[in-house]
């Protein structure tokens, strides 16, 4: 069973960076989508960016232009790199493999990790 663990939060500036982790317990090379999600409290877990085995990316508009999403398959290992953060940023971050139906990307439930928590704040 796919396990997930993620890393790399903190508390940052706004205008600043950085780096999330998200290491595999099975090979990646062979899953067809990655993603990272965000949520806040009292908020629904919202999916930040997603990257498929093709190489090709999406990202929710709010981040596009300033996260990147990325996976070492040799490593096992996807991170999603943030600059210029903004206070909205803040929230607890997870990676899962969600599924693609009819143009909707759907998490798999039993592959959420603990998550790590991202603060942007002066």
């Known amino acids: 069973q796919l396990q997930l663990v993620e890393s790399g939060g903190g508390l940052v500036q706004p205008g600043g960076s950085l780096r999330l982790s998200c290491a595999a317990s099975?090979?990646?090379?062979?899953?067809?989508?990655m993603g990272w999600y965000r949520q806040t409290p009292g908020k629904q877990r919202e999916l930040v960016a997603v990257?498929?085995?093709?190489?090709?990316?999406n990202y929710t508009d709010s981040v596009k232009g300033r996260f990147t999403i990325s996976r070492d398959n040799a490593k096992n290992t996807v991170h999603l790199q943030m600059n210029s953060l903004k206070p909205e940023d803040t929230a607890v971050y997870y990676c899962?493999?969600?599924?693609?139906?009819?143009?909707?990307?759907?998490?798999?439930?039993?592959?959420w990790g603990q998550g790590t928590q991202v603060t942007v704040s002066s």
């Open positions: 099975v090979s990646i090379r062979d899953i067809s989508i």
């Open positions: 899962n493999a969600p599924v693609y139906v009819e143009g909707r990307y759907y998490p798999v439930g039993g592959s």
């Open positions: 990257t498929h085995s093709s190489g090709w990316t």
